[in-house]
């Protein structure tokens, strides 16, 4: 079964420092896409990054990263520099080509302190 | 990015009544689109994926005569909510997929539905 699991519900960092979201995932398909989508608090949900499985370079948007370690299933996103406008939801998720699903994690809500 | 409009943003309606959410690629052409329903400080549930031209697929214990799906056109797509109850207040959120390849979604701004 593909899984996706979040396991900070909450976290909080100041304003121009750096912050690391947690995801883990599991899934028995080959080929598959990584994504975290940011939800701020006018709830339409945005496309923050997006990793290949098949590519071993993390992706990166600015000062937005990821630490995407395939053998541990796992794929971290650092925000740098942190600005107030990242206090958001952020959800990580997966999809496979195969079977067109997407699974979504619980999410974590980030507040950016001032 | 693709854009995808969703309407009415927020809607109140008494319980008994039928409400319709339409969900719009703006520049793009979407043959799947996706029906979330989210509840507070909760993950996005998926509910349908709505294929142009054929009939919707429904998620496991969701009501398909309750939550009526249509996508009759390459950039819309429409739930209705029949014979809504307080039970499914509720934000519904419709998303679009670009290509199947990469998966990519992109997400309308949501509708916040009230049902007194």
């Known amino acids: 079964a593909q899984t996706v699991t979040q396991s900070q519900p909450e976290m909080s960092v100041q304003e121009a420092e750096t912050v690391t979201l947690s995801c883990t995932y599991d899934?028995?398909?080959?080929?598959?896409?990584l994504f975290w989508y940011k939800q701020p608090p006018s709830r339409q949900m945005i496309l923050v990054i997006r990793q290949e499985a098949y590519k071993q370079q993390n992706a990166t948007e600015n000062r937005f990263s990821v630490n995407f370690q395939k053998a541990a299933k796992s794929f971290s996103l650092k925000i740098s520099d942190s600005q107030l406008g990242d206090t958001a939801m952020y959800f990580c998720a997966s999809y496979t080509s195969g079977t067109y699903k997407y699974i979504f994690g619980t999410g974590t809500r980030l507040k950016v302190l001032a | 990015g693709a854009v995808v409009s969703q309407h009415p943003s927020w809607v109140i309606c008494k319980s008994g009544t039928s409400v319709k959410i339409e969900c719009r690629s703006l520049?793009?052409?979407?043959?799947?689109m996706f029906w979330y329903r989210q509840f507070p400080k909760q993950s996005l549930m998926l509910m349908a994926t709505s294929n142009e031209g054929s009939k919707a697929t429904y998620e496991q214990g969701v009501e398909k005569d309750k939550f009526l799906i249509n996508h009759a056109s390459l950039t819309l797509s429409t739930l209705t909510v029949t014979s809504a109850h307080p039970e499914d207040s509720s934000f519904y959120i419709c998303?679009?997929?670009?290509?199947?390849?990469?998966?990519?979604?992109?997400f309308g701004e949501g509708s916040r539905l009230t049902v007194l």
């Open positions: 998303s679009a997929r670009v290509t199947s390849i990469t998966g990519e979604l992109f």
């Open positions: 520049d793009f052409q979407a043959t799947t």
């Open positions: 899934t028995s398909e080959n080929n598959y896409y």
